[in-house]
């Protein structure tokens, strides 16, 4: 046999004893990458599907798409912050680490002292690590020529996705929060979108006679419904107020009012039904009717109903909400809002949506279920806020019992959204600012049309933003020890 090229005069010299160790090394060493390879790695890319088994395994045009996503991912912000591809990018051209709240420094590792806990927002950041544990199958990649149409799968004009709406009505059947079967589905731009496009449905035309509509809802209220209708306010319909103001009037005619109703509630997480009855139109927001935030009693089957992904997946980013509405007028005009405002929801949230629906429905009642994971997330929250504010007498929270919950098939803690902070000094009025001195940024109260006495705390946020939440309410409960009328320390 000829020697190999180079090697060949060196390997003529060489004794055979020596050649065969040489030999018998390499092989052992091929034998052990091979099985390391095997344990390693996954079929796909053992079986290099390919076809020439180059290091693109079989990618072409998502390969560089790919390698960027994944080089960003593996940037270490010391676990309290995160490296995004549309991060500014720094000196080297590179994104850097976006730090969590109370943390700084180049690669996060830095701790603020004594930072202000924010606890305003309802971000959903509580469902990042369950996404960053699903990173191979929440990852979706938009090639550069997916749906530059207007148009999507729907063909008539809705610009909606066939495949989404289908797989979105799987997961209410499944989780059991909604009947759909005999509801039309309006997709619009995050639920916000929704507020808006629902009032306009359920009010008489601009040129009919009847009077505008009155938009109400019960305090504590979600802001948006009062801000949304009032920027919009005119011939169509107006702001209300609150139901309060219109008990009198309701008892005689609830014509021409359209009220709002959250449940659970946000601020106070309370499950709530339309208060003004009669021929009054109800839109229910159901943004937090899923198993991470409240127990599901029974499928919700208003004629008006809002959801959005932004709770239950927590892409509030993605922007992206739907209407379940019975009656077909009211879906088309809710649809033509939608149209009209912004040609329908985007076509690469869309997609986006659809492989993370995906994903939360082929884990449903898992040992990888979203709800489950939530929950059990929520539920710690909430418990450890609560044993330290059962400690208090100067600060409250709204109080939640276990209940039975359809989805887990038992009775499941309470796990809610946002905690509802009651001041019960005197000197505390105004619970927002009591809250802020104490380094504690909330949403005040008299926004949800609530007494200044309350303010709201999100338990929504990420880790490092509750673990800050929870050392400043400890901070502000152990002080009452020394801030007691006729305490001493000695
Ligand atoms: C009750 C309620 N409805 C609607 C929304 C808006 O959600 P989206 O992100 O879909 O616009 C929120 C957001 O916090 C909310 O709390």
Redesign the pocket.
């Known amino acids: 046999m000829e020697p190999a090229a180079g090697g060949g005069q060196q390997a003529r010299r060489r004794p055979a004893g020596l050649i065969g160790l040489h030999a018998l090394l390499c092989l052992s060493l091929l034998l052990n990458a091979l099985l390391l390879a095997h344990h390693f790695l996954p079929p796909s890319r053992l079986l290099g599907h390919d076809g020439g088994g180059s290091s693109g395994c079989g990618l072409s045009w998502a390969l560089r798409a790919a390698k960027e996503a994944e080089a960003a991912a593996a940037v270490d912000c010391s676990g309290h912050g995160q490296v995004f591809l549309d991060g500014v990018a720094g000196e080297d051209g590179r994104p850097g680490c976006e730090c969590n709240a109370c943390f700084a420094g180049p690669d996060c590792s830095l701790r603020t002292p004594d930072c202000t806990a924010d606890a305003n927002s309802?971000n959903p950041l509580f469902l990042e690590p369950y996404w960053r544990r699903h990173a191979s199958a929440g990852a979706v990649v938009v090639s550069g020529w997916h749906r530059m149409s207007y148009t999507t799968t729907d063909g008539h004009g809705l610009f909606q996705s066939i495949e989404l709406e289908r797989q979105i009505r799987r997961l209410h059947s499944a989780v059991g929060n909604a009947v759909v079967d005999d509801k039309h589905v309006v997709f619009a731009a995050?639920?916000?979108?929704l507020i808006n496009a629902l009032v306009h449905a359920l009010s008489p035309d601009a040129d009919a006679a009847s009077p505008p509509a009155r938009v109400v809802a019960t305090a504590p209220y979600?802001p948006?419904y009062r801000t949304q209708t009032k920027m919009f306010d005119g011939r169509e319909y107006r702001w209300g107020g609150t139901t309060a103001l219109w008990g009198n009037a309701s008892r005689n005619s609830t014509d021409g009012f359209i009220e709002f109703v959250?449940s659970p509630n946000?601020p106070d997480a309370q499950l709530y039904k339309p208060v003004l009855g009669g021929s009054a139109a109800v839109i229910v927001?159901h943004?937090?009717y899923w198993p991470h935030f409240t127990h599901i009693p029974a499928p919700a089957d208003e004629d008006v109903m809002?959801f959005?992904?932004?709770?239950p997946s927590g892409h509030?980013g993605s922007?992206?909400?739907w209407a379940l509405i019975r009656d077909q007028d009211v879906a088309k005009r809710a649809n033509k809002y939608v149209q009209d405002s912004i040609m329908g929801a985007s076509r690469d949230t869309q997609l986006r949506m659809l492989g993370i629906v995906k994903v939360m429905l082929a884990n449903l009642h898992g040992e990888e279920d979203i709800f489950a994971f939530g929950h059990g997330v929520m539920r710690t929250r909430w418990r450890r806020l609560n044993a330290v504010v059962s400690r208090s007498r100067r600060i409250s929270l709204q109080k939640m019992a276990p209940a039975y919950c359809t989805y887990f098939k038992r009775i499941r803690d309470p796990s809610p959204a946002y905690a509802w902070v009651k001041c019960e000094r005197e000197e505390d009025e105004d619970c927002h600012e009591a809250m802020l001195k104490a380094k504690i940024n909330t949403r005040p109260g008299v926004l949800n049309e609530a007494s200044s006495r309350y303010t709201r705390i999100s338990l929504l946020k990420s880790d490092d933003d509750f673990e800050a939440l929870m050392e400043r309410v400890t901070d502000l409960v152990n002080a009452e020890r020394y801030d007691a009328p006729g305490f001493s320390s000695m």
């Open positions: 309802g995050g639920s916000i979108q979600y948006t959250t946000n927001d943004a937090y809002m959005t992904m932004s709770k509030a922007r992206f909400g």
